[in-house]
């Protein structure tokens, strides 16, 4: 009776799995076909801190840079969104991890979010999953956390680009990342400051060819400029333009170790 049961069970798995690559076989569909005719194709630019709102948001943008649009977003969601951006994976997952594992490990897929309509000062959006057959509603900051994390295409309303009040967002924020010295670095939240192993500096989140000689790449964590310690995008900036002679000189963090790396202006 059990090796009945036991033989009954491999026919059930070997079916399942045989299903499975029979679906995965199939043309995925264009996630263009499953939103409407007037929406944009977009991608995350960057994500910044508001200063009037001290809310951070994420700034969305077409490929040929004519539309742009900030949507505000919770700490939990930028964060999720920058590590989704960098590849970083925390030891453990938080929110949006386990929401990417839950679909992949059934077999779902999330063919694209779609950002479609904006009511009350209020941002709609619609995640399209397994070839359109499922439409869930979503906050746009869980939409876009998810695209990030899952490689999924983002869509905008084309309407909502012809509205001039949320591009004020951006006008008054702060960047997350600036670029100086072909270095481009971001703020330390927390969750990079754990995955690091670090309590201070700034993240290199890039960085160009000239920079990349000098011994230092990318999950580096750079701690000072000269004899100044750094916090922030901004005082890394501020302080690389301010370094007198044509030498400067960075403290950088590598997996724990730190060291002194020359740049030539």
Do not use: W
Request: with cysteine.
């Amino acid at each position: 009776m059990e090796r009945a049961s036991a033989r009954r069970l491999c026919v059930l798995m070997l079916a399942a799995v045989c299903t499975a690559c029979s679906c995965a076989r199939h043309t995925r569909p264009d996630p263009a076909a499953e939103v409407g005719p007037d929406e944009i194709e977009v991608k995350v630019l960057s994500v910044g801190l508001d200063d009037f709102t001290q809310a951070h948001f994420v700034m969305l943008g077409s490929a040929d840079h004519q539309h742009q649009l900030p949507i505000l977003v919770g700490d939990r969601e930028a964060d999720a969104i920058m590590r989704a951006l960098q590849g970083i994976q925390l030891e453990r997952p938080f929110t949006h991890d386990l929401m990417k594992a839950i679909i992949q490990a059934n077999g779902e897929r999330v063919d694209c979010i779609s950002i479609s309509d904006l009511r009350d000062e209020v941002y709609y959006a619609t995640i399209y999953m397994n070839g359109g057959k499922t439409k869930i509603d979503s906050r746009p900051s869980d939409a876009i956390a998810l695209a990030t994390n899952l490689g999924a295409p983002i869509f905008v309303a084309s309407k909502l680009f012809e509205n001039q009040a949320p591009p004020a967002i951006g006008a008054r924020s702060a960047p997350r990342t600036v670029t100086a010295l072909g270095i481009t670095v971001e703020e330390l939240t927390p969750p990079l400051a754990q995955y690091f192993h670090a309590s201070r500096g700034v993240l290199i989140a890039d960085l160009d060819a000239s920079a990349a000689k000098n011994g230092i790449e990318r999950g580096d964590i750079i701690t000072q400029v000269g004899v100044q310690a750094v916090g922030s995008p901004a005082e890394f900036a501020r302080e690389a333009n301010l370094q007198p002679g044509s030498t400067v000189v960075l403290r950088v963090s590598h997996d724990g170790a730190e060291h002194n790396v020359s740049f030539a202006r």
